[in-house]
């Protein structure tokens, strides 16, 4: 076995060690009654969400822009247990609709144990083409939104000792081909929300902050995107939704999933090269 081998094997070893010792225990019980907003909750990652949140008897308001899609998702979670689910449409490419989301919430449900912010916005898997009104409109919709709902949710998540969380991707980590718009508004918010952690730890704030790290997840979305263009393994929506929970349930700072995206961010930082090279050939691309 060559040296290279033995490092990745040990990091990847230490990795996985690491992350599973230091996971606190998840009790479902806590989110029995618990309030909760969800993002982008009409399909994908969002919709698993709602319907582990309704199993454990939360109380659900959720949005995306698709009114009749949400009220049947809401229905689904009154049967699987939810004690409220709650909708509202809306779009985050608004300048006001992130407010009023978050108004209505805190009207229906009385304050937030947890604020969930999940929804992305459609955009091309494609080289990048030079369209920066896209790019500006994806700021919305994938930033501007996520830091506008965060500040105004935060008065009530710090009188109930809440939870923030935010669904990045290992593209906010990571930069890859095809994804110019998106990996742009993934960095954005780790950067924000980076700088945000800081500053709420400093304050002694009640509010936990976790920023969650996808790799690629089977959403009918993604799927869509990525295939005949890269063959990687894609893991279940429903579980990446349950892991999101309970990073948020236990105040973990980051989430890894699946966990091997951990070593990817960290592979990329000590060979460059070797990732870049791997990166440019994972792609089916004739030029
Ligand atoms: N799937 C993956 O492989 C993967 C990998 C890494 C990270 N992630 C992250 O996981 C999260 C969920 O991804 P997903 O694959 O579940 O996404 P998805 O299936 O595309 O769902 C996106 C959600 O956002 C809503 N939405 C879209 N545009 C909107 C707008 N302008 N205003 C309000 N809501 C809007 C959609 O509903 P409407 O169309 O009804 O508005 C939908 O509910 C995202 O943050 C994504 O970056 C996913
Ligand atoms: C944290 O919560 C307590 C109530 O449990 C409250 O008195 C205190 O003001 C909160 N801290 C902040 C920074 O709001």
């Not at 010792?21 to 993002?39: D, H, I, M, Q, Y």
């Not at 990525?226 to 990687?232: F, G, L, N, P």
Request: with cysteine; proline share 4%.
């Amino acid at each position: 076995m060559g040296t290279f081998t033995k490092i990745i094997l040990a990091s990847i070893c230490v990795a996985y060690i690491a992350v599973k010792w230091t996971s606190p225990t998840f009790n479902e019980e806590s989110l029995r009654g618990a309030r909760v907003v969800v993002t982008g909750a009409s399909t994908g990652i969002g919709e698993q969400i709602a319907y582990h949140l309704a199993r454990f008897g939360a109380q659900i308001v959720i949005t995306a822009r698709r009114e009749k899609v949400l009220q049947q998702v809401a229905e689904k979670c009154l049967s699987l247990g939810a004690q409220k689910a709650l909708y509202i449409a809306a779009d985050m490419s608004s300048d006001t609709d992130p407010d009023r989301v978050v108004d209505f919430a805190l009207e229906k449900l009385g304050g937030f144990d947890f604020v969930i912010l999940n929804h992305i916005g459609p955009s091309p898997f494609t080289m990048w083409g030079g369209d920066v009104e896209h790019t500006k409109w994806l700021m919305k919709v994938n930033f501007f939104s996520y830091i506008q709902m965060a500040w105004r949710s935060l008065p009530s998540l710090e009188q109930s000792k809440g939870s923030l969380v935010v669904v990045s991707s290992l593209l906010g980590k990571m930069p890859s081909p095809f994804v110019a718009p998106y990996t742009s508004t993934k960095f954005a918010l780790n950067g924000f929300f980076g700088s945000l952690y800081h500053e709420l730890a400093m304050k002694k704030s009640n509010v936990s902050l976790s920023i969650c790290t996808l790799g690629l997840i089977d959403t009918e979305a993604a799927m869509q995107k990525v295939k005949d263009i890269v063959a990687i393994p894609a893991y279940p929506a429903s579980d990446t939704a349950l892991n999101i929970i309970i990073t948020g349930a236990t105040r973990q700072q980051e989430l890894f999933y699946p966990w091997f995206t951990y070593v990817v961010a960290i592979t990329r930082e000590w060979f460059p090269s070797m990732t870049n090279y791997v990166i440019q050939n994972t792609y089916n691309y004739t030029s």
